[in-house]
């Protein structure tokens, strides 16, 4: 029998953290971090420890293991991608289990910046696996495990695959289906449809816009986009300011892309920044690495925003802040705490959207508060998401034919969207799909 414990980002966006239960053995899906509760401390990263990131509310509550008795079952911790609220968690809660961290390159290359960054370190074992590449995880019974390709708005992300006497035990968080990525390979279909010919007992999927009636565009749609508003400002000859995810390695290569082709002097800012681009270039995924400055540290960042501000027609800056996070590279240059003067000759790019959240909503609307008092033109949204809508998961259930779906990541709403979605396709509530929150857990004879 499999049962599956849903720890967290059932109840919310993010903190994801779900459980497999197979007899003896346990192995745990993706340990993430609740953004929301680290505004203000993400840039710095203040609050080093596990007790400290418990009293905040930014980690998934693990000690439901420790309630269920499984703590000690745990033979595997599989990261799907290399986005915080899905990695995060792991420098502070791993070293609880004895069992090894597995992700893609990336993903492990980023979990060590993170790491170094807080003078963090973990016992446990760390396992690179490649992009559709397997594993074996070892306890009572052995556990073939695999990371499929697939595209989000991050690199080397993978829908990971755990295959047990009783059917195999899917793991979409996160994915959209974008068949001309800008980076990296499409969606390994070949591989989920051999899945779904072998059996697969249970889909756990992204519903974050589940509400949305569509299927969600390409990466090189954003390209286009991008092309379009910088070729067309770009003739005032001002200053350029373009703010998106610092995890977003193929937005950032074509940012960079576009900013020498515009002749301009491409500024990467921000400790966020310098993390994820490091992490890309320690895995031969950073072909801009020589055609552009990285500025991390404070006399780093004024030295280069003074000889930005006096010739502004010469530089793009890329940085950190579209969400409104305060300490932020945009936050700080909203508020005037930084040597770059915005005016109304200059263009800031919001290459991004706000993320689903009240407290995210709030902050960019304060931001751009503050922005418009300095009248700079502002272009939003130039951006397209890294997750799929209603039609991208519904073709990931045709493609998979789960015999069981259950919606994660997500409020109450995005969630029951999921469910509609899968009883609209025939399956039954409460009978092969399944409405699950934080702390429950689902026995799948």
């Given amino acids: 029998m499999l049962t599956l414990h849903t720890i967290g980002g059932y109840n919310e966006v993010g903190k994801n953290m779900t459980v497999l239960e197979v007899g003896e053995d346990a192995i745990i899906f993706d340990l993430g971090l609740y953004l929301p509760s680290i505004v203000g401390v993400q840039e710095r990263e203040k609050v080093p420890t596990e007790k400290g990131m418990r009293a ?10 420790d309630k269920k008795g499984l703590r000690n079952k745990v033979r595997a911790i599989l990261i799907s991608h290399a986005h915080l609220d899905h990695v995060g968690a792991v420098q502070y809660l791993a070293q609880r289990y004895k069992a090894p961290v597995l992700g893609t390159p990336f993903t492990i290359e980023v979990l060590k910046k993170l790491m170094e960054d807080n003078r963090n370190g973990i016992p446990n074992k760390i396992i690179k696996i490649n992009p559709n590449g397997s594993y074996i995880a070892k306890g009572k019974n052995n556990y073939k495990v695999e990371f499929i390709n697939i595209t989000h708005s991050t690199i080397q992300c993978a829908l990971i695959a755990v295959h047990t006497k009783d059917g195999i035990i899917l793991y979409a968080n996160d994915y959209k289906m974008d068949n001309t990525p800008v980076m990296g390979d499409p969606p390994n279909y070949k591989r989920l449809k051999e899945l779904s010919k072998i059996g697969i007992k249970a889909l756990i999927s992204n519903c974050l816009y589940a509400p949305a009636d569509r299927k969600t565009p390409s990466e090189k749609i954003a390209r286009d986009l991008l092309e379009e508003v910088l070729f067309t400002i770009d003739s005032q000859e001002s200053g350029l300011i373009v703010t998106t995810f610092s995890s977003h390695i193929a937005r950032i290569k ?18 966020s920044m310098n993390k994820y681009v490091t992490a890309a270039v320690s895995v031969g995924k950073a072909p801009f690495k020589n055609k552009v400055q990285i500025a991390t540290y404070r006399n780093q960042l004024e030295k280069v ?46 290459s991004s959207m706000t993320i689903p959240t009240a407290i995210n909503e709030t902050m960019r609307a304060d931001l751009d508060r503050r922005l418009k008092k300095f009248h700079p033109r502002i272009f939003d949204k130039v951006h397209v998401s890294g997750h799929g809508g209603k039609e991208d998961i519904r073709e990931l259930i045709k493609l998979t034919n789960p015999e069981h779906f259950i919606p994660s990541h997500g409020d109450f709403p995005k969630l029951q969207a999921g469910m509609d979605l899968a009883m609209e396709m025939g399956y039954k509530k409460n009978y092969n799909t399944h409405l699950l929150s934080n702390g429950k857990m689902i026995r799948l004879k």
């Fill in 56 to 65: 905040l509310g930014a980690l998934p509550d693990d000690l439901y293991l």
């Fill in 305 to 350: 925003l003074k000889k930005a501000n006096k010739n502004k027609k010469n530089y793009m800056i890329i940085c950190t802040g579209h969400q409104g996070e305060p300490g932020s590279i945009l936050d700080r240059l909203s508020r005037n705490k930084l040597p770059y003067k915005i005016s109304s000759q200059d263009n800031i790019i919001f």
């Fill in 254 to 271: 074509s940012i960079i892309e576009f900013g020498r082709r515009l002749n301009r002097e491409v500024v990467l800012l921000g400790r």
